[in-house]
């Protein structure tokens, strides 16, 4: 690790200042970005530890639509086990529990776990080649192990998938994220936070440089009876996706009234399943429905080889998931 | 055979660990805790070649970072006087020696040290580890096992060369029922909690003092002094604490030495503790191993003829072999066996024994055939196992001192719900999950080596009983207090004082191999009464059975009364085979549309002599269990054998089981005394508790699925696909 400058700032203002020059990085719980410097594959000249900021809090804010808003230094483990987010969105305190450890969560915050970088091996060792760590370096994965890798939104260039599983549910939630930065406050729609590789498989997402995360925000839905996260993976804990599924459904009188679907595992973001979304609208919660809807789901997915298990795993996750939500199984 | 009762062990409770609150209290030193005075600290820089040689190495920004002391390549490295003779710091397995580091600018496997920094920090010296830069004449390497295989050969030494025959081995072909399946199991790696360490310290010219995370401070201490030309007794090694080690500190490596000798040159203490990844491919592994097993037998489930067949990988500098398919030459009462053992070298680093060695990767192919041909019959695999019983060793003939595997067997059976269990597979459900269930037998070598121990009665009512034996994390310390305590039962467990770990002690074997209960037990055992009689002769006739000890000694006027002895196995063991034996009993949950298959249940049972001390037993088949879980489900060393690198050479990526995936696990125990062994009547438990699990797993996923995953691990997708 080369060594660098740590600063822990205690105002907003000093931190949106600090973080405007290249080669400085922001610091929450660090449990990705010091693993991350300690394997060579970023090595910031400069830390800004935001820990002293007061973006902590849980709130629920009753405007023309009814949000509840996160801070974005909240941990995953207060997130997932707050009493607003268990009554209003229990999807997303389940995704929160069922990633990393109890450590972990304990340590990671929401702004950190949305920024949090692929898992691929390639990316993580750097006598491989990358493009997403050093572009037009080759992707290691595409022909090597790529048992974990995406099946969707894949390119030429890049097939990692984004890792989170809280993701996987504010996209499903349609949450939004409040960020900062020295020229002021801008949201962005949680599904356009995060991006596909492309040509550019560098950028995971569309935070400029100089933004700071402040908050998320999801507004009120009618999914919280009829919510299911599932996490298919290696081991009972402890372990990323293989394939993971997050389903909000609005359930009245036995037809879907609104359906929210998002996949984790499979691409470079959370990936959200309109059409099989679309599809479900207005019809009647059955298997039969929810095999249809996986089946659209499963629309322009490709494999690489080891990850080849994925194009069934993720339809059967995707039935078994709805199955859970609308609690017929 | 409704016997249990009869056999409750004499003590069932046992004695706590006598090390216990130690560890959890965290006053427990272990290797990597020592802190020395001016101590410094070395990270090496590696190879990104798999194989080829080093033609520059540029060290300038490494020497000139801060805090660094020394830089130590090929072309610089003091000469290890011991290498130069040709001599190897350690015995190798069976032919060959392991690689010497910084001797030549040859690279034999990818992550193999090029470079040695030592600095007065850790973080510094990984720092200036990162500045140093290589170039390479690349060759082309071969790392896969698989695309290799064509070129394996029997190995040229050691006890697993050379096929076996008995009988008509062919005879498998002929008969009315048959199995013919190949098994692979991968690349495994022991992954302990401890890293590996090395604190090396010169305190004269020719004396050095290491403290080390070593399974036996008696062979490291043997490997540091050849390779230095000192006396033996010029090296002192300690380890009071060992972390786990599976194995993979059975032997000295070459970067133990490589620290030893940076000590000698910067006149420094440095300490080395390899990081995560490099516990990867610097201290072995279990070796990927294919496996092919032909078996007949006739329509009532008799067998006539069994060939095992096995291929493991090795290295290209050094052959490692172990005892693969051993097991199936004595295991079951078949006419005719043969056995073929191959190794095949390739550019990687030597694997070594890990937990329940080539027994365990062995018994996976062994005991999961005999669930293939049980399921082809039509009958019971514990039935079919009972047809098939061996009374007498079926390989020489000879009695067992002991074998209670029948009464293992019916114990596991009644104790899991066997009866639940379905012939046809795929019938059982609960939940909406399938459920099957599964056994699988584990044998290990039973023997008694040879150890020497101190024991001696001090003036303040101290037993003190010394050995160099280490404690792997077994509880071999409370062990032999629990052997001390039965014969001094006057004397309370907590003025018995166990002292091990030290090289400066009486020679004790290293640990491993399932023999230190029998062995040093044994030679506890044998001080402890020789101390008793001594004691008896000084107070003359007419003590009792508790005497005041301390009263004693002081009236004689002695500060302390000692004996030192030596001791080893019965001649007349000549005479039996002696083996421990185990069966698992496995329940799991496979979910029939994620593939996802969840241990819910596991019995284990042991038949190794009298257990001498319950607690540590039970722990022993509880972490055997998970062991086997682990090597069933997950665990495997992924490696990209474009680039000869490990692609998941961590603990995220390389998984061990976490709490969430150990179920209820009882540990059953026969608990028959066998005098031939020892005078405890104790035979070894360590490696049965995970040998023949992992087919216990994959039987009773074939049971739950009706789907028989022969390559390990037994993950989602291989049920998916
Ligand atoms: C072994 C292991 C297993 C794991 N398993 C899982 C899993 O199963 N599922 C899962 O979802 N996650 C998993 N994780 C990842 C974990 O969730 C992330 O490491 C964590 O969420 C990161 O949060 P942090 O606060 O520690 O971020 P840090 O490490 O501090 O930061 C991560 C990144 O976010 C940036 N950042 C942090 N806060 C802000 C902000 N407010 N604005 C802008 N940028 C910011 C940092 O600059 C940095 O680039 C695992 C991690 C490990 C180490
Ligand atoms: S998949 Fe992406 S992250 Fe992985 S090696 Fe290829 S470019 Fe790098």
Not at chain 1, 15 to 30: E, F
Not at chain 1, 256 to 267: D, H, K, Q, S
Not at chain 2, 168 to 194: C, F, G, L, R, S
Not at chain 2, 458 to 478: K, P, R, Y
Request: hydrophobic letters at 35%.
């Amino acid at each position: 690790m080369k060594q660098f400058q740590y600063i822990r700032p205690a105002t907003q203002q000093s931190v949106l200042d600090a973080i405007t020059k290249p080669g400085t990085k922001i610091l929450a719980g660090g449990s990705n970005l010091i693993d991350l410097m300690k394997r060579g594959v970023t090595s910031p000249d400069k830390l800004v530890d935001i820990q002293k900021l007061p973006l902590r809090g849980i709130s629920q804010n009753k405007g023309n639509v009814m949000t509840v808003s996160v801070g974005a230094l909240e941990l995953n483990s207060a997130v997932a086990e707050n009493k607003i987010i268990k009554e209003s969105f229990p999807l997303l305190s389940m995704a929160l529990n069922a990633g990393a450890s109890p450590q972990l969560r304990n340590m990671a915050t929401v702004g950190g776990n949305m920024m949090q970088r692929t898992r691929c091996t390639y990316f993580y060792d750097t006598a491989m080649p990358c493009n997403k760590r050093e572009p037009n370096s080759g992707c290691g994965a595409m022909e090597g192990i790529n048992r974990m890798h995406a099946i969707f939104g894949t390119s030429e260039k890049c097939i990692a998938v984004h890792p989170s599983d809280m993701c996987v549910a504010l996209a499903a939630l349609d949450a939004s994220v409040e960020v900062k930065s020295k020229k002021g406050t801008r949201y962005i729609p949680f599904t356009e936070f995060h991006r596909l590789p492309g040509e550019t498989p560098q950028l995971d997402n569309t935070l400029a440089t100089g933004e700071l995360i402040t908050r998320v925000i999801i507004p009120h839905n009618n999914f919280a009876k009829n919510s299911y996260y599932l996490k298919v993976r290696d081991r009972s804990s402890y372990a990323f996706a293989l394939i993971s599924v997050a389903v909000g459904l609005d359930i009245r009188g036995g037809n879907i009234n609104e359906a929210r679907l998002a996949m984790g595992g499979v691409a470079h973001k959370p990936w959200r399943l309109k059409a099989a979304e679309q599809f479900l609208k207005g019809k009647p919660a059955t298997v039969a429905n929810f095999e249809e809807a996986a089946s659209l789901a499963m629309q322009g997915a490709k494999s690489f080889g080891h990850n080849d298990f994925k194009l069934k795993m993720a339809p059967a996750s995707i039935i078994e998931a709805l199955s859970n939500a609308a609690k017929l199984s | 055979m409704k016997q249990q009762a009869q056999h409750t062990p004499p003590f069932t409770e046992g004695i706590n660990r006598v090390d216990g609150i130690m560890k959890v209290t965290g006053a427990a030193k272990y290797s990597a805790e020592y802190e020395l005075p001016g101590m410094t600290y070395a990270v090496f820089a590696i190879s990104n070649i798999t194989k080829g040689t080093i033609t520059s190495i540029d060290t300038k920004a490494a020497e000139r970072a801060p805090g660094v002391l020394a830089v130590l390549t090929h072309l610089n490295a003091p000469k290890v006087p011991g290498y130069e003779a040709g001599k190897d710091p350690s015995k190798p397995p069976t032919t060959g020696g392991p690689l010497k580091f910084f001797v030549d600018n040859s690279v034999k496997y990818n992550g193999q040290p090029i470079a040695m920094v030592v600095a007065d920090s850790f973080e510094r010296a990984t720092y200036a580890a990162s500045l140093i830069k290589a170039q390479y004449n690349k060759q082309q390497h071969e790392t896969d096992t698989e695309k290799n295989k064509f070129k394996a050969a029997a190995p040229k030494g050691g006890r697993n060369g050379g096929d076996y025959k008995r009988g008509t081995p062919d005879d498998w072909k002929a008969a009315a029922v048959k199995v013919e399946q190949e098994y692979v199991v991968p690349i495994n790696v022991h992954n302990p909690m401890e890293l590996s360490v090395t604190l090396a310290h010169w305190t004269a010219d020719d004396k050095v003092t290491v403290y080390a995370k070593t399974q036996g401070v008696k062979s490291t201490q043997n490997a540091i002094a050849q390779a230095f030309k000192l006396p033996v007794e010029n090296v002192q090694v300690t380890t009071k604490f060992v972390g786990g080690a599976f194995g993979n500190a059975l032997r000295t490596w070459p970067h133990e030495i490589a620290t030893v000798q940076a000590a000698k040159l910067v006149k420094r203490p440095v300490k080395t503790v390899l990081t995560r990844e490099l516990q990867f491919n610097t201290v072995g592994y279990r070796p990927y191993t294919w496996q092919k097993v032909s078996m007949g037998a006739s329509a009532d489930g008799k067998l006539t003829g069994i060939i095992h067949e096995a291929t493991a990988q090795t290295s290209s500098f050094e052959e490692f072999t172990e005892g693969t398919v051993n097991m199936t030459r004595f295991m079951y009462a078949c006419p005719s066996v043969g056995t073929v053992y191959k190794i095949t070298p390739l550019d990687v680093n030597t694997p070594t024994w890990m937990r329940g060695p080539g027994e365990a990767t062995g018994a996976f192919a062994l005991e999961s055939a005999m669930d293939e041909l049980a399921d082809k019959l039509g009958i019971d695999p514990i039935e079919l196992r009972i047809r098939n019983h061996a009374d007498t060793d079926p390989e020489n003939g000879k009695p067992f001192s002991s074998k209670n595997l029948k009464e293992a067997y019916e114990m596991g059976a009644d104790k899991i719900g066997w009866s639940k269990r379905k012939l046809k597979p795929g019938t059982l459900t609960e939940d909406g999950w399938l459920i099957g269930y599964g056994m699988g037998t584990g044998v290990f070598g039973a023997g008694r080596g040879r150890a020497t121990v101190k024991a001696a009665l001090l003036d303040n009512g101290t037993l003190l009983i010394q050995t160099s034996v280490t404690d792997i994390g077994v509880g071999t310390g409370t062990a032999m207090t629990q052997i001390a305590s039965e014969i001094f039962t006057g004397i309370p467990v907590k003025k018995i004082k166990f002292e091990l770990g030290d090289s400066s002690l009486p020679p004790s074997p290293t640990q491993g191999g399932s023999t230190i209960t029998s062995t040093v037990g044994g030679a506890v055992h044998d001080a402890c009464t020789q101390l008793k009689e001594k004691f008896q002769q000084l107070i003359g006739n007419g003590g009792t059975d508790k005497p005041d000890y301390v009263k004693v000694l002081k009236e004689k006027n002695l500060p302390q009364l000692e004996v030192t002895v030596t001791s080893s196995g019965s001649t007349e063991m000549r005479n039996f085979s002696s083996y421990s034996y185990s069966v698992h009993f496995v329940k799991v949950k496979v979910h029939p549309k994620t593939g996802v298959v969840r241990v819910d249940n596991v019995v284990s049972v042991a038949d190794s002599g009298h257990i001498v001390s319950p607690k540590t037993a039970r722990s022993q088949i509880i972490g055997g269990a998970i062991g086997g879980i682990g090597m069933a489900l997950m665990e495997e060393g992924i490696m990209d054998h474009r680039y000869g690198r490990y692609v998941n050479n961590n603990y995220a990526d390389y998984h061990v089981p976490i709490s969430a995936d150990i179920p209820q696990i009882d540990a059953l125990f026969v608990n028959k005394p066998d005098y031939r062994v020892n005078p405890m009547g104790a035979k070894g438990m360590g490696e049965i508790a995970l040998i023949g699990m992992s087919a216990a797993v994959a039987n009773a996923v074939y049971n739950a699925t009706g789907k028989r995953i022969r390559e390990l691990p037994i993950t989602p997708d291989k049920l998916l696909s």
